[in-house]
């Protein structure tokens, strides 16, 4: 098994996302393997988060495994409203972004059993790079 990337979250991201997973959610297969990876994160405050890493409302841009070229932004379960364009962290190629920085990569597994490796291509948009460290 390959070493996972390291990822970095906020401070705020972590609490939001560990109040999602103390519900319903942290009960699935996602929110279990969300669980992991932010227990594995290194935790920073808004302010000090690097404007390559991807975060909650981050539109980013990323590759698949097989060549397939997405540019989502990453929501919380109740901002995913079927478009096209948004994708919910509870959603297994959702979990996989948050936190992994332009450049990285990491394999992720699928429902059903397969992978893929997903790959960050750049960050059109992250809340704290714009400024909006309280969202």
Same mark, same amino acid.
């Given at each position: ?27 699935? #297969? %996602? $929110?279990?393997? *969300? ?10 405050? &808004? ?44 959603? #297994? %190629? $959702?979990?996989? *972004? ?10 992720? &597994? ?26």
């Amino acid at each position: 098994m390959s070493t996972l990337p390291g990822i970095t979250i906020s401070t705020l991201d972590y609490e939001r996302l560990s109040a999602l997973l103390a519900g319903e959610a942290g009960h699935s #297969p %996602v $929110g279990r393997a *969300l669980e992991a990876e932010l227990d594995r994160a290194d935790i920073v405050e &808004p302010e000090q988060l690097p404007s390559n890493v991807v975060t909650m409302n981050s539109r980013v841009r990323f590759h698949l495994g097989n060549g397939v070229m997405r540019e989502l932004t990453l929501v919380f379960p109740r901002d995913a409203d079927g478009s096209a364009d948004r994708i919910s962290i509870l959603a #297994p %190629v $959702g979990c996989s *972004l948050l936190g992994l920085s332009v450049g990285q990569s990491m394999d992720w &597994p699928l429902p059903g059993g397969g992978h893929t490796v997903v790959t960050i291509d750049g960050i059109s948009y992250q809340p704290e790079a714009a400024g909006e460290l309280h969202r």
